[in-house]
């Protein structure tokens, strides 16, 4: 058989699988000329790469003593692309020719830009905007409120709403700090709203219980009288405080959940949508998580209340010799089976005072670097588990990433919408709404 035909089957015949690459991301792919052809071949050229670049370095002799080129780039463009291997040969008499070998390589697309982003509808009942944001700037010894709440990208996908809420507070008179965040149940129809009740009520009432102690020991003086290991009212009060305020968010959502059609249109006057339809608390089922906050000149008071995922932290950042601390507030809560969370609208959450208890922390501490806040579209991704959100080597990278994306120490109006890009953050299957709220 004449030899050009025989090297041009087996240039043919040599299989070369080039790995996938994916848009915007460094590829590197190393291709070894086969043994049986590299004898064949003089010189080899890759034609192609120009257009989605590319480029190839090609190599004399490898180790082994085979020649070998290498891919490399970053492409822009996705698709299948056909490049053309020119492989310069030598016939038997002496006589150049050229056969071409086709190389197939698979771009993906940047799995980002297959989200899609559809508004939510306006005239929808119980419309929420999809991403918003606040800031409370103090004057030192005082600390900073910040927080932001984003829609995710499965909800945004199809055009759904942002479930959770957010609400903080500073009194002035008091001189305490009131911090809600809810992340509505992805299964309820309404639980966009019952975040927002949650939060709502529970802020107001938490003001209302501040500002209007008169008689007996104030939460103050319980506050003092725990710190310098006297008698003192603390759990009385933080149960008043933090568990009617609790319980009451729970009522304001059952309450609407059993008002009428035309009540729903009254707390909604915006809307044009409006479901006849019977409802349940359960329709407005949401985690929640409540913070009280002072400064007193021993240190802060803080206390919380928890129901359901996502997590509270008392952070203190990593110092000159000195290691990052974590302080859990409470840990998440699950239901019966994996995946699964408590809700304020769970019966069980109320069933008896110990419950309510249990679900109360007080901590008093010299200072702290933030107290976070957080749904699990962010301690999730962050965290991924229970036992993650005890390492303070954790929170310390978390921390770091915040202050350089964020720009804590650029405390100005345009803080907010540094946190909602923040909160943008892309984890591969964490796509859920996610809300943010610290003290600093």
């Not at 004449?2 to 087996?10: E, G, R, S, T, V």
């Not at 000159?320 to 302080?327: D, L, Q, S, W, Y």
């Not at 969370?341 to 309510?356: C, G, S, W, Y």
């Not at 991704?381 to 929170?395: H, I, M, Q, R, S």
Request: hydrophobic share 40%.
């Amino acid at each position: 058989m004449d030899q050009k035909i025989i090297i041009q089957n087996a240039i043919k015949d040599w299989k070369v699988q080039l790995p996938n690459a994916k848009v915007g991301q460094d590829y590197e792919a190393t291709v070894k000329l086969d043994e049986n052809i590299e004898p064949m071949v003089a010189s080899y050229e890759l034609k192609g790469l120009d257009a989605i670049s590319m480029s190839s370095v090609s190599v004399e002799k490898s180790e082994n003593g085979t020649r070998e080129f290498t891919i490399k780039g970053k492409p822009e463009k996705e698709g299948s692309f056909s490049l053309n291997l020119v492989c310069n040969c030598q016939g038997k008499m002496g006589n150049p020719f050229i056969v071409n070998k086709e190389l197939n390589l698979i771009i993906n697309p940047d799995p980002k830009t297959l989200w899609k982003t559809i508004g939510t509808n306006p005239n929808d009942h119980y419309f929420v905007l999809d991403q918003f944001s606040d800031f409370q700037g103090m004057q030192k010894p005082l600390k900073n409120i910040l927080a932001a709440s984003v829609r995710g990208r499965s909800h945004a996908q199809e055009g759904r709403p942002r479930d959770d809420h957010f609400l903080m507070e500073y009194m002035p008179q008091t001189g305490w700090y009131v911090m809600a965040v809810a992340d509505g149940a992805g299964s309820a129809k309404y639980s966009r709203w019952g975040s927002r009740l949650a939060c709502n009520k529970a802020v107001e009432l938490c003001r209302s219980y501040i500002e209007g102690q008169k008689d007996g020991q104030s939460l103050d003086d319980s506050v003092k009288a725990q710190h310098e290991g006297q008698k003192s009212d603390i759990n009385t009060h933080l149960y008043q405080l933090l568990g009617n305020a609790a319980f009451g968010a729970s009522q304001v959502i059952s309450e609407e959940a059993n008002s009428s059609v035309e009540m729903m249109k009254a707390n909604c006057p915006a809307s044009e949508i409006f479901p006849d339809e019977a409802r349940t608390p359960k329709d407005y089922s949401t985690t929640f998580l409540l913070a009280v906050c002072k400064k007193f000149e021993f240190g802060w008071a803080i206390a919380t209340f928890w129901v359901g995922d996502g997590a509270i932290c008392i952070f203190n950042a990593e110092k000159e010799g000195e290691k990052p601390t974590a302080k859990m507030m409470g840990l998440p809560d699950s239901g019966e089976y994996a995946g699964q969370t408590r809700f304020l609208t769970m019966p069980e959450i109320f069933k008896d005072a110990q419950a309510v208890i249990s679900r109360i922390k007080f901590a008093i501490v010299p200072d702290f670097s933030a107290l976070f806040l957080m749904t699990d579209g962010v301690s999730d991704p962050w965290f991924e588990t229970d036992v993650n959100l005890e390492n303070a080597e954790k929170w310390q990278i978390f921390w770091d990433n915040i202050n350089k994306s964020v720009k804590l120490e650029e405390a100005n109006e345009n803080i907010g919408n540094r946190l909602e890009d923040w909160l943008g953050f892309w984890s591969s299957g964490n796509h859920d709404d996610r809300t943010l709220a610290l003290l600093f």
